[in-house]
């Protein structure tokens, strides 16, 4: 059985081959043979050939470096972590895939292949989670930006929600406030003031009581939730006799959901007096689309001034005592249900329930009672 020297003596001998002693003078030395120190440096040096760094192995050094690059990259732009639960990664991956390569977004997120190509493929024409996800998200956040007084900004958004147990983080909540134009009015509170001077007018300043039909008109949208779904109400009052001239129901607060109602209310209505229509400073009220089409009628636009609810009190007290009288109290079975159960109520607002302004008379007994004396 060949005899074990220690590591010791073998480092010893190392040395002195390169402090260039001969091989005979190391042997006397260390008392270890020739032929061993021979075979120990032969090893050596085979084994540092076999270590050399080579242009092969810096170019998959490169690779694999450009390749590490890019999968923190996507670790920074997703909004969950590689330990996320699984379908919460696809759907983050998916988002990405356009702009990554699948390798590199499964790597980096620890998904396996299979997997991510199964998600795509079963959800090819039916993958709406991760858009509803957002959606539902922008409602909570809209519902919390308001109910705050438009204060918040995302971080303090995010922990509202953490509070009501909504996880999202904070760069993902920035992302949809930027969709949906929402900023802390702490932000460009001059900024608001200044450009509300110079672009948006009041021209109610709250005096609500007017002296004839169709001199101020009031809109504004309000949302209500059933059934995991959302909707969107918008109405239009006459300050004369706080009547609903016009109405409408979407899943979606849109510019389109405004002027919809407006036309109705106008075709309705056919007001012959010049006439203001006044709402707050929504982005479907802003929209061009909108304020050209109240050109078009020859209608003068007014704003709320910003961040002041007041201003618009008379519509914000209608959805009020519509949501307590109506859609609180009831448990809609259908989204048919609840359109008919809206188109009762504002039948009923309209023609027989008091309104203490008018009276007590409805706003359509006000209206008739008023053309009577004239």
Same mark, same amino acid.
């Given at each position: 059985?060949?005899?074990?020297?220690?590591?010791?003596?073998?480092?010893?001998?190392?040395?002195?081959?390169?402090?260039?002693?001969?091989?005979?003078?190391?042997?006397?030395?260390?008392?270890?043979?020739?032929?061993?120190?021979?075979?120990?440096?032969?090893?050596?040096? +085979?084994? &540092?050939?076999?270590?050399?760094? !080579? @242009?092969?192995?810096?170019? $998959?050094?490169?690779?694999?470096?450009?390749?590490?690059?890019?999968?923190?990259?996507?670790?920074?732009?997703?909004?969950?972590?590689?330990?996320?639960?699984?379908?919460?990664?696809?759907?983050?991956?998916?988002?990405?895939?356009?702009?990554?390569?699948?390798?590199?977004?499964?790597?980096?997120?620890?998904?396996?292949?299979?997997?991510?190509?199964?998600?795509?493929?079963?959800?090819?024409?039916?993958?709406?989670?991760?858009?509803?996800?957002?959606?539902?998200?922008?409602?909570?956040?809209?519902?919390?930006?308001?109910?705050?007084?438009?204060?918040?900004?995302?971080?303090?958004?995010?922990?509202?929600?953490?509070? +009501?147990? &909504?996880?999202?983080?904070?760069? !993902? @909540?920035?992302?949809?406030? $930027?969709?949906?134009?929402?900023?802390?009015?702490?932000?460009?509170?001059?900024?608001?003031?200044?450009?509300?001077?110079?672009?948006?007018?009041?021209?109610?300043?709250?005096?609500?009581?007017?002296?004839?039909?169709?001199?101020?008109?009031?809109?504004?949208?309000?949302?209500?939730?059933?059934?995991?779904?959302?909707?969107?109400?918008?109405?239009?009052?006459?300050?004369y006799s706080r009547k609903a001239v016009g109405y409408g129901l979407s899943n979606k607060n849109s510019t389109q959901l405004v002027k919809k109602t407006f036309l109705k209310a106008y075709s309705a209505r056919n007001p012959s007096t010049d006439l203001i229509f006044h709402s707050d400073r929504g982005?479907?009220?802003?929209?061009e689309t909108f304020r050209t089409c109240l050109a078009e009628h020859g209608v003068v636009q007014s704003f709320s001034k910003p961040y002041t609810p007041h201003d618009n009190a008379v519509i914000e007290s209608f959805f009020s005592n519509m949501k307590k009288e109506e859609l609180y109290r009831t448990?809609?079975?259908?989204?048919?249900?609840?359109?008919?159960?809206?188109?009762?109520?504002?039948?009923?607002?309209?023609?027989?329930?008091?309104?203490?302004?008018?009276?007590?008379?409805?706003?359509?007994?006000?209206?008739?009672?008023?053309?009577?004396?004239?």
């Open positions: 059985m060949p005899r074990r020297y220690p590591e010791e003596q073998k480092q010893q001998v190392f040395q002195m081959k390169e402090e260039t002693f001969p091989t005979v003078v190391i042997a006397g030395k260390t008392g270890i043979s020739q032929s061993t120190i021979r075979r120990w440096i032969a090893n050596g040096q +085979n084994h &540092i050939a076999k270590e050399r760094f !080579t @242009v092969s192995d810096y170019v $998959n050094l490169q690779r694999r470096y450009e390749k590490l690059q890019k999968e923190i990259e996507v670790l920074h732009r997703v909004n969950c972590s590689a330990n996320a639960p699984t379908q919460e990664k696809l759907l983050e991956a998916e988002a990405l895939s356009k702009q990554y390569s699948v390798h590199v977004l499964c790597e980096a997120l620890k998904l396996p292949r299979g997997t991510f190509y199964n998600h795509i493929l079963r959800n090819k024409r039916e993958n709406t989670v991760y858009a509803k996800h957002r959606e539902e998200l922008k409602e909570k956040i809209m519902e919390i930006y308001h109910d705050n007084f438009q204060v918040l900004g995302a971080d303090k958004i995010v922990a509202v929600l953490k509070k +009501n147990g &909504i996880r999202a983080g904070s760069k !993902t @909540v920035q992302n949809l406030m $930027n969709e949906m134009g929402l900023s802390s009015i702490r932000n460009g509170a001059k900024r608001a003031y200044r450009a509300e001077q110079r672009d948006f007018k009041n021209h109610v300043q709250q005096k609500f009581d007017v002296q004839k039909p169709n001199q101020v008109w009031v809109g504004d949208t309000t949302l209500f939730r059933f059934h995991n779904r959302t909707y969107y109400i918008c109405a239009i009052l006459d300050l982005s479907n009220f802003q929209s448990r809609y079975r259908s989204e048919s249900a609840f359109k008919k159960a809206i188109d009762s109520y504002i039948t009923f607002y309209n023609t027989k329930r008091p309104h203490s302004t008018n009276n007590y008379l409805s706003p359509d007994e006000y209206e008739s009672r008023i053309r009577t004396i004239e």
